[in-house]
C-alpha cells in the first residue's frame, strides 16, 4: 500500500453524516481488559444515545480512561464487542477510530506548542504534499465549524501562546475537522478556571444541539449534574449502574461511586492534641508550569492529631505537600515547623525541613521517595544520609546503614527481609513499607504522608494504617493527604476538604457523612455557594 | 586592506562556509525531527574518504560523490538503528559513529592504497572544477559589482551552488511541506505525530536519511572538490563546527546559513592573518579566532545571548505507550 | 506490565558486556578478513606485542594509565547522570597546571614536584570541566555540547599557550621548555630492568590509587551516595533534601580533575615538556573503558587494560602484517562503543528470555514478582 493512499483516511466527513443507524452512537459489550494480574475493565456493559452528552465518573483507577482508550483504538480489549452506528468494528488503532467517526480529547493536550492553531489541525491530515492547500482549506473549513459550534480560535495563533481553554478547543476542532462525530473528553476541565470550563459545557451543549454525541469522563459531580443527559458510574473497574441525570442527585451518584465498600477498621482512642507543630500560612505555590495550584492556604496541625485533606487528585494537594516538605519554593506564604520558619529557597529546602523535625512519605514513592535501582539498605537512609549516625566525616558507614535496614525492615515486617534486594524487586506494598519505615523512624515531630496505602495490598493497608495511628499517640503532628476518602474519614481527626487550590470546608469525621464530604470534594454543597459565586 | 583582498576573503569565506552549510542542513534534518547528531563529524569524514577513493579508482568525480553519499547514508543507517530502533542513547552512538569514521578510513585508505592514508591525487575526471558563471566578461566592466561576481560568486565548485540552494530549498522544504510539518511535529511532540495516526520512527528514519545524503555531499566537498584526495581527518572537526552553527542558528535554514558565512569568514580571516591587529583591541591571537565559533556557541546556549532552545523531543527516544 | 525481568547481576556486568565485545571483535576480525588478512594471526601478534615481552608490556600499562584516568572521570560524571565528553579538552588544559607548576620546581624532587603538579593539573582540569556543570546546573545548557565546544576551545588555547607562553624563545618545536630530572616522575625500568625502554612510568600507582579513590568516593562517601541518587532519579535526590545544583557541579569538577591527570603521565613522565596534542584521543577511548568496564573501577581497570593493549599490540601490528595499521584498534574501540554504549539493545531481550527461559527458580521468582505486585 503506497503511503499516499493511506494519507488521510480522516478526511473531514462533516458535509455528508451519514443516515443514523442507530439510536446508540457507542454500544460496548462485555469489554475486558487486564493489565498483568490488574482487571482494569471487567465485563463493562455501556450504550451511549447519539446527540447526548454522556457522562462517565467514577474514582481515580476505576477504570474510566482505559475504556475510553480501548474505543479510541489506544488499547485494545482482551474481549468484548464495540458497536459504533450499530455495526461492530475491531479499532485497530486510533487512526481507525478517527475514521470511524470518534475523537478524543485527551487530558494532555496533544498539540505540537510552536505551531500554529492551523498547522496543529492539520496535522496529520494533510489533502496532499504541499501544505498551502491544506491549511486554506482548514482555514474555511474553521471558520465553517466555529460559526457552527460557537467555537472562536485564532486559527493563526501559536499554541504556546494561548490559554489552557484555548488550547483544549484547538484539540476540539482537530476531532471535528477529521468528522468526529462522537467526541471523548477526558477529564477536561481539570485544567480549566471555572469560567473556562462554562464557556467549555456551552461549546459541548452546542454540539449535543447540532447532532453530535458526547463522552465526558469526568470525576466531578458538578460538571456531570451541569451537562449530562445521562451517566455511567465506574467503580473498581466495573460498571455500576446508569442513570439518567435529570432523574437522579449527586448524593446517589457519590454513593454509587464510592460504593458500600467494606470499611477498614481502624482501632483508635480519642485524639488528645497539644501545641500546634506545623503552621502552614497563606501559601501559594505554583507547579513546573508557572500555573499557580495552591491559592492561599492555611492550616495548622497540632500534636497528637492527624489532620486529613481530603480532595480530587489534581486539586493542589500535590503542590501542597511538596511546598510543606521544602521541595518546592512558595511564591508567597510561610510554613513554621516546630516554632521555626522554614527558609525553602534553593534546591535543597528538604534538607532544611527535615533537619527542622519534619518527614516526608512522599505521594509517588517510585518516582520520588526510592531510587528502585538502588538496593534496599541505601534506599533506608535517603534523605538522612548526612545523619552522624551513618558515619562521620565524609564517609558513608555502610554496616551502619544496613543495620538500620535491617531494623527497619524487622519493624515494618517488609518483605522479603533482605536489605541488599534491588527496591524494584519488592513488591509496592513493602517498598511503601520501606518509606515509611525511614521516614517514621527518626522519631520527626511531624509527618506529611502523601497517598499512604495508593498501590498496597490489603493486609499492608492495615499495618500503614496502625502505624500512623500510633505515631499521633505518640504525640506526632501529621498532615495526612489521600485520594481515598475511606482512608481519611479513619484516619483524620480532622478533615479538610480541598478543592481548586484551596481549603473549601472542615469536617468533622465523626459526625460528616461520606456524602458530604464528598460534595465538597466535587466543589458542590457547603462551598458551592462560594464557588458558584466567583467569577 | 585593499579590494582585492577582500575580495579572495570573501572568495574563501563561500568556499570554506560550503562544507559547514551542507553540514549544518544535514543536522536540521536530522534534529528537528528529534535525533540529536553529533555524528556529523564521522559522517563526513566516511564520505571524503568513499568519495575519494572511488573517484580515484574509477576517475569519476560522479561516482565519487555518488559513492560519499551511499556511505554516509549507511554510516546514518546504522547510527540511526541504534538510536532510533533499538532506543539506544544518541550520543554514545554518534561518538561510536565519529571513531569508526576515523579509524576505518585510516585504515582502509592505508591498506588499499599504502599512501599512509591518503587516496591517491585524482585526476581532472575525478575532481570537480570551479565554473564559470555566464555574464562574468559582460559585467566585468561595473565597479566594484563586477570584481564580486567574477571573484566571489562566480568560479566556484557546482557544490558550492548546491549548497547554498539548498538553503531556499530546505526551507521550503521543512516549511511548505506535508513532509516537513510531520517532521517537525516529530521533534517537538512525538505524542501528537503518534496519536494523529504518524509513524513516529518512520519519520525519524526519513529525517536521517536527508541528513546521511547531505552530509555525504559534504564529506565529498572535502576530498574532490576542495582537495584533491583524501587525507587523515581531513574534515578537522568541521562538523563539530557545523552542529554549532546550527544551534547558533536556533535549528533554522536561513538563519544558519549567514552563521555558516559567519563561520567559514572567520576560518578565512584566520587562514589568512596569522594574528590580527584589530583597532581598540589590540593583537587578537588566531586561536581565538579560531575558537570564537565555539565559544559563541557556549555563550548562546547558555542564554547570556538570547537564548538556544532545540526540539523539545530531541534526544528521546520515542516509546509507543500501549 | 511486562514480562521481562532483570538479568541476574553477574550477567549484567560480566556476561553482557563480553557478549558485545565479542561481537565488536568479530566485526572487526571481517574488516580484518576483508582487507585480505588473517585476523587470528592479527589477535597473536597484538597479545604478543602487548604481553608477550617487558617492553611491550611496560607500553601497554604506560596506555593503560591514561585509560584509567579518563575512564574513571567519564565514570563519575556518569554516575551522577552526567554525559561529560570533553575528558580529552580537560586532560588536555590540565597539561598548563602540570607543566607549570612542574617547571617551577623541577630543581628540588619529584616528591614534592609531582604530588604539587598533581594539584595543578587536578585544578586546571576540574575547572575546565566545571564551566560546563555550572552552566549546566544554573543556565540549563546541555553538558554534551558544552564539554565537545570545549574540546575545540582547549585545543585553541592550548596551541596558542604553547607557542606564544610556554615555548622558550630558544626552541623551533611548538613545546615547553623541558623539565629537569626533578620535575620528572620516575620510570618504572628504573626499578624493574624488566620494562626494557617503555615509558610506564609512577603514575601508573597514582592510576591505581585513582581507581580506589573513586570506588571509596562512589560507594562509601556520602557524597558518592549523593551523586549516584542524582544519576538514578533526580527527584529522589531533591526529595533527599540534596542541592542538585551543586552535586552536578562537584561531579563535573572531580571527573575533569580525574582527566586532568593524564597530563601527569604524559608531561612529567612520558615527554618531560607539554607537547602539542599529547592527550592523542584518550579522553574518547576513555568513554569507550567506562562503558565497557560498567563505570565500576574494577571494571574499569580491565577495560583499559584491554585497550593498552589493543594500543600497544596495535602499534605492533603494523611493523608485523603492514596490511593492517594501527588504526584498527580504533575502529575496535567505536565499535566497542556502538555495541556496549548504544546497541545494549541488541542482546539485552534475547539474553532476558534466554535467562527466563533455561532458569525455573528464575521464573518462579518472575511469577511471584509478578503476583506480588498484583496483589498489591
Known amino acids: 500500500m503506497s503511503e499516499s493512499d493511506n494519507m488521510n483516511p480522516q478526511r473531514p466527513k462533516t458535509a455528508a453524516a451519514p443516515a443514523p443507524a442507530s439510536r446508540w452512537a457507542i454500544e460496548l459489550e462485555k469489554i475486558n481488559k487486564r493489565f498483568g494480574a490488574v482487571h482494569a475493565n471487567k465485563d463493562i456493559d455501556l450504550k451511549v444515545e447519539r446527540g447526548t452528552i454522556h457522562g462517565i465518573v467514577g474514582e481515580n483507577g476505576a477504570g474510566k480512561s482505559t475504556l475510553m482508550s480501548i474505543l479510541y483504538g489506544f488499547y485494545t480489549a482482551d474481549s468484548g464487542t464495540i458497536k459504533v452506528d450499530g455495526t461492530e468494528r475491531h479499532i485497530t488503532d486510533s487512526r481507525h477510530a478517527l475514521a470511524l467517526g470518534i475523537g478524543m480529547v485527551h487530558q494532555h493536550f496533544m498539540l505540537v506548542e510552536n505551531f500554529t492553531v492551523l498547522e496543529n489541525v492539520v496535522l496529520g491530515a494533510e489533502d496532499s504534499a504541499l501544505i498551502a492547500p491544506s491549511l486554506k482549506r482548514a482555514r474555511a473549513e474553521l471558520e465553517r465549524i466555529e460559526d457552527e459550534y460557537n467555537l472562536v480560535v485564532d486559527p493563526d495563533a501559536v499554541i504556546e501562546d494561548i490559554s489552557v481553554g484555548q488550547q483544549q478547543r484547538v484539540e476540539i476542532l482537530k476531532a471535528l475537522y477529521r468528522g468526529a462525530q462522537t467526541l471523548i473528553l477526558d477529564e477536561p476541565t481539570g485544567v480549566l478556571t471555572p469560567k473556562e470550563a462554562d464557556d467549555l459545557f456551552r461549546v459541548l451543549e452546542t454540539l449535543r444541539d447540532q447532532g453530535k454525541t458526547v463522552i465526558l469522563i469526568t470525576h466531578k459531580l458538578r460538571e456531570i449534574m451541569a451537562i449530562t443527559d445521562s451517566v455511567s458510574v465506574m467503580r473498581q473497574g466495573e460498571m455500576v449502574k446508569t442513570l439518567t441525570t435529570s432523574e437522579t442527585n449527586p448524593e446517589e451518584i457519590a454513593e454509587l461511586m464510592v460504593g458500600r465498600r467494606v470499611l477498614l477498621r481502624v482501632d483508635k482512642g480519642p485524639a488528645n492534641p497539644g501545641k500546634t507543630l506545623l503552621e502552614v500560612k497563606n501559601l501559594v505555590v505554583a507547579d513546573d508550569l508557572g500555573v499557580v495550584r495552591v491559592k492561599d492556604v492555611s492550616l495548622s496541625v497540632r500534636a497528637g492529631e492527624i489532620v486529613g485533606i481530603a480532595g480530587v487528585s489534581g486539586n493542589g494537594q500535590s503542590e501542597l505537600l511538596e511546598s510543606v516538605t521544602g521541595m518546592r519554593d512558595q511564591r508567597s506564604g510561610t510554613v513554621v515547623v516546630n516554632g521555626r520558619e522554614l527558609s525553602l529557597k534553593g534546591d535543597d529546602g528538604a534538607a532544611r525541613a527535615r533537619a527542622a523535625g519534619l518527614a516526608h512519605v512522599p505521594e509517588d514513592r517510585q518516582h520520588m521517595g526510592l531510587v528502585t535501582t538502588f538496593e534496599e539498605w541505601e534506599n533506608a537512609i535517603l534523605g538522612y544520609q548526612d545523619a552522624p549516625e551513618y558515619g562521620g566525616g565524609p564517609f558513608l558507614d555502610i554496616e551502619a546503614a544496613r543495620r538500620k535496614a535491617a531494623e527497619q525492615i524487622k519493624r515494618f515486617d517488609v518483605r522479603p527481609a533482605n536489605n541488599r534486594l534491588k527496591t524494584a524487586n519488592f513488591s509496592g506494598g513493602n517498598q511503601q513499607k520501606i518509606v515509611l519505615a525511614r521516614e517514621m523512624g527518626r522519631d520527626p515531630d511531624v509527618l506529611i504522608v502523601g497517598q499512604p496505602t495508593r498501590g498496597v495490598d490489603i493486609g499492608a493497608i492495615e499495618f500503614i494504617h496502625n502505624q500512623i495511628i500510633a505515631m499521633r499517640d505518640a504525640g506526632k503532628a501529621i498532615l495526612l493527604v489521600s485520594v481515598e476518602l475511606d482512608e481519611i474519614r479513619s484516619l483524620a481527626d480532622r478533615i479538610l476538604v480541598m478543592f481548586d487550590g484551596q481549603i473549601v470546608g472542615e469536617a468533622d469525621p465523626a459526625t460528616a457523612s461520606e456524602g458530604e464530604i464528598g460534595l465538597m470534594m466535587a466543589g458542590i454543597s457547603q462551598s458551592a455557594a462560594a464557588l458558584e459565586a466567583r467569577p | 586592506m585593499d579590494f582585492q583582498v577582500i575580495l579572495s576573503i570573501l572568495d574563501a569565506t563561500l568556499r570554506l ?304 505507550e500501549r | 506490565m511486562s514480562a521481562r525481568t532483570p538479568l541476574p547481576r553477574w550477567a549484567d556486568i560480566v556476561l553482557l558486556p563480553l557478549l558485545n565485545l565479542a561481537l565488536a571483535f568479530l566485526v572487526s576480525g571481517l574488516v580484518v578478513l576483508m582487507v585480505g588478512e588473517n585476523p587470528l594471526h592479527a589477535v597473536q601478534v597484538i597479545i604478543y606485542g602487548a604481553f608477550g615481552y617487558g617492553d611491550g608490556f611496560g607500553y601497554t600499562l604506560y596506555y593503560a594509565t591514561n585509560f584509567i584516568f579518563t575512564g574513571l572521570a567519564f565514570a563519575v560524571a556518569a554516575h551522577a547522570g552526567l554525559f561529560n565528553i570533553g575528558g580529552d579538552g580537560q586532560a588536555y588544559v590540565a597539561g598548563l597546571g602540570a607543566i607549570v607548576i612542574a617547571l617551577a620546581l623541577d630543581q628540588t624532587h619529584w616528591l614534592l614536584a609531582m604530588p604539587a603538579a598533581m594539584i595543578g593539573a587536578a585544578l586546571v582540569g576540574g575547572f575546565w570541566a566545571f564551566i560546563p556543570g555550572y552552566l549546566q546546573a544554573k543556565r540549563g545548557s546541555h553538558v554534551v555540547i558544552t564539554t565537545i565546544m570545549f574540546n575545540f576551545i582547549a585545543a585553541a588555547l592550548m596551541v596558542y599557550m604553547i607557542n606564544r607562553v610556554l615555548k622558550p624563545a630558544t626552541t623551533m618545536a611548538p613545546e615547553s621548555a623541558t623539565l629537569a630530572v626533578g620535575g620528572r616522575v620516575p620510570q618504572l625500568r628504573q626499578f624493574f630492568s624488566f620494562f626494557g625502554y617503555s615509558p610506564v612510568n609512577l603514575s601508573i600507582v597514582v592510576a591505581l590509587l585513582a581507581l580506589v579513590f573513586v570506588y571509596v568516593l562512589v560507594w562509601h562517601t556520602k557524597l558518592g551516595y549523593a551523586l549516584r541518587t542524582l544519576g538514578q532519579n533526580p527527584s529522589a535526590s531533591r526529595y533527599a533534601g540534596m542541592s542538585n545544583s551543586r552535586l552536578i557541579m562537584i561531579a563535573m569538577t572531580i571527573s575533569g580533575a580525574l582527566a586532568g591527570m593524564v597530563a601527569i603521565n604524559e608531561v612529567m613522565g612520558v615527554q618531560n615538556r607539554l607537547v602539542l596534542d599529547f592527550v592523542a584521543g584518550s579522553g574518547f577511548v576513555g568513554i569507550a573503558v567506562a562503558l565497557m568496564g560498567r563505570n565500576h573501577p574494577v571494571g574499569i581497570l580491565f577495560a583499559a587494560l584491554l585497550f593498552g593493549a589493543l594500543y600497544q599490540g596495535g602499534q605492533e601490528l603494523q611493523f608485523v602484517i603492514p596490511g593492517v595499521t594501527r588504526e584498527m584498534i580504533v575502529v575496535i574501540q567505536a565499535l566497542v562503543i556502538l555495541f556496549t554504549g548504544a546497541m545494549e539493545g541488541l542482546f539485552r531481550p534475547a539474553l532476558e528470555r534466554t535467562f527466563m527461559l533455561f532458569s525455573p527458580e528464575q521464573k518462579a521468582r518472575a511469577v511471584s514478582v509478578s503476583t506480588a505486585e498484583s496483589e498489591s
Open chain 2, 17 to 320: 562556509s560550503t562544507p559547514l552549510l551542507l553540514a549544518c542542513l544535514a543536522g536540521l534534518y536530522s534534529e528537528r525531527a528529534g535525533v540529536f547528531d553529533i555524528g556529523l563529524e564521522g559522517k563526513m569524514l566516511a564520505a571524503a574518504f568513499a568519495a575519494a577513493a572511488v573517484a580515484a579508482v574509477y576517475g569519476s568525480m560522479w561516482l565519487g560523490l555518488l559513492a560519499g553519499m551511499a556511505v554516509s547514508l549507511g554510516t546514518t543507517l546504522l547510527q540511526g538503528v541504534a538510536a532510533i530502533t533499538l532506543r539506544g542513547n544518541q550520543l554514545i552512538a554518534a561518538v561510536a559513529i565519529n571513531m569508526l569514521a576515523a579509524g576505518l578510513t585510516t585504515f582502509l585508505g592505508q591498506t588499499w592504497f599504502g599512501q599512509g592514508g591518503r587516496t591517491p591525487a585524482l585526476g581532472p575526471n575525478g575532481r570537480f572544477a570551479p565554473i564559470e558563471l555566464p555574464f562574468v566578461a559582460e559585467l566585468s566592466g561595473i565597479p566594484i559589482l563586477g570584481p564580486l561576481y567574477a571573484e566571489v560568486i562566480s568560479g566556484h565548485y557546482l557544490l558550492v551552488y548546491i549548497a547554498f540552494i539548498m538553503v531556499p530549498v530546505t526551507w521550503f522544504v521543512l516549511f511548505r511541506t506535508r513532509f516537513g510539518l510531520r517532521l517537525r511535529a516529530v521533534g517537538e511532540n512525538p505524542k501528537a505525530v503518534d496519536t494523529a495516526g504518524i509513524s513516529v520512527n518512520r519519520m525519524r528514519y526519513q529525517a536521517i536519511i536527508i541528513t546521511g545524503l547531505l552530509a555525504g555531499i559534504a564529506g565529498a566537498y572535502f576530498s574532490i572538490a576542495q582537495g584533491s584526495g583524501f587525507g587523515n581527518n581531513m574534515t578537522a572537526g568541521k562538523g563539530y563546527i557545523a552542529l554549532a552553527a546550527l544551534i547558533f542558528a536556533k535549528w533554522k535554514p536561513v538563519p544558519a546559513m549567514f552563521t555558516c558565512l559567519l563561520f567559514g569568514f572567520l576560518d578565512a580571516l584566520q587562514i589568512r592573518l596569522q594574528s590580527a591587529r584589530l583597532p581598540l583591541i589590540g593583537e587578537v591571537p588566531v586561536q581565538a579566532i579560531q575558537a570564537l565559533p565555539y565559544i559563541l556557541t557556549v555563550i548562546l546556549l547558555a542564554g547570556f545571548i538570547g537564548k538556544a532552545v532545540g526540539p523539545k523531543a530531541g534526544g528521546v527516544p520515542y516509546v509507543k
